[in-house]
């Protein structure tokens, strides 16, 4: 094993040369260096030993050492901020934790980039990191290209290189992408190798997976219909949420309210109870850059303002063409998927109103406010009618 320098260490150099009848000094590179002593400091190794320095010492640690520790900062690190505090340190540290041993052991956090802080730089990070193997980076940097870059060939590259290591997230995404046909056309859906996906998600303990795999179980999408197996994997589903939902709280060391709370909260939340929110748990960090991201350029106002630009020129009216040709947002807010093509999300048969790119989004809306929310549309045309016949009678006219 050998120093940054190229020399062996010290021990081994001392028996190499007692071994060769040589001095033990003549083994040894040494670069000229000025010590504090030598300038005339007042602070001369104090607690040192004569002829030897702390920067000697610190040359002396060997690469893989050093790369083994920056591995485990990586692996540790809680937000991007804790790997790129360490490689600035110094130039060898910079060098060092480049290295495909270091990037593919980085943790979520650490590559947990924001939409507000997304640049080149974050790209090529990423793009190194998905490089040396990391799954994770993988399925981030490819849901960032897939959906907010429109690099869908790239995109769905590396959201399948993470799926075939067992990435969960990605196995996920890209059954979802499958029944929706995203980025192409209707006819590209593909129903069973979405059930297939899913199925795979599902087994690596990926609870929406398991949800959607249930729905699609109990209407025959993609699979051969069985109504009694397709409930009991949403019961499946709600009991890990329930399990996930206790596992929060006693991590966070919530109080008897809360526990109070979780214990009265409902646990079949597919059956028509309320669940508790919190047990849908925190988003992933490509959902949370989704948001963000859409939430900075709004994809509704960008299409709405293509789809006016074409029907001005078209010679059709802007206000129509706004509304139809709008992409939307799936409407559950800690998504952010939009629509790669008009009317590629399902949308609630009750209203009308709001869309989804899934079932497990669906189930997940509907329990957290939907079910509050959600009117029959007839109920609307109803008081619309109202509305205007009491206007009508009110100007004396006829209703309309």
């Not at 602070?43 to 640690?61: K, Q, Y």
């Not at 991590?251 to 597919?270: V, Y």
């Amino acid at each position: 094993m050998k120093t940054r320098r190229g020399a062996c260490y010290s021990c081994h150099a001392a028996a190499a040369a007692a071994a060769n009848g040589d001095a033990p000094e003549a083994h040894h590179r040494r670069k000229r260096r000025r010590t504090a002593a030598a300038e005339g400091s007042p602070a001369a190794t104090a607690g040192v030993p004569a002829g030897c320095a702390l920067g000697d010492m610190f040359e002396e640690l060997p690469d893989d050492l050093v790369v083994s520790i920056l591995r485990d900062v990586a692996a540790s690190a809680g937000s991007p901020a804790d790997l790129a505090g360490a490689m600035l340190t110094c130039k060898r540290f910079r060098e060092l934790g480049q290295s495909k041993v270091v990037l593919a052991r980085a943790s979520p956090r650490c590559l947990a980039v924001r939409a507000k802080s997304w640049s080149d730089d974050a790209h090529r990070f990423l793009q190194r990191c998905a490089d040396a193997g990391n799954l994770e980076a993988c399925y981030l940097l490819g849901m960032i290209r897939f959906y907010c870059l429109g690099s869908r060939g790239s995109g769905a590259a590396l959201m399948a290189a993470a799926a075939v290591g067992g990435h969960r997230e990605a196995l996920y995404s890209l059954a979802v992408i499958q029944f929706n046909g995203s980025g192409g056309s209707k006819d590209d859906r593909d129903l069973r190798a979405g059930a297939a996906l899913c199925a795979r998600a599902a087994s690596l303990g990926h609870v929406d997976a398991l949800r959607e795999l249930g729905h699609c179980l109990q209407d025959g999408y993609g699979v051969r219909r069985s109504v009694a197996d397709g409930r009991r994997l949403l019961v499946q589903a709600n009991a890990r949420e329930l399990a996930a939902a206790v596992a929060s709280g006693a991590a966070t060391g919530g109080g008897k309210a809360a526990a109070a709370s979780r214990r009265h909260a409902c646990l079949l939340s597919d059956f028509g109870c309320r669940a508790a929110a919190a047990a849908a748990g925190e988003a992933h960090a490509a959902n949370r850059f989704l948001v963000d991201w859409f939430a900075s350029q709004p994809l509704v106002q960008a299409s709405a303002a293509a789809a006016a630009a074409a029907a001005n020129s078209a010679g059709t009216a802007a206000g129509s063409a706004e509304e139809d040709g709008a992409l939307r947002l799936c409407s559950q807010a800690l998504c952010g998927r939009p629509e790669t093509r008009r009317h590629e999300f399902r949308r609630c048969s009750v209203c009308g109103v709001v869309n989804y790119c899934s079932r497990a989004c669906q189930a997940l809306h509907w329990k957290m406010s939907h079910k509050a929310e959600c009117t029959p549309m007839d109920r609307w045309l109803d008081a619309g009618a109202a509305v205007a016949n009491a206007a009508a009678a009110a100007a004396g006219g006829p209703a309309p």
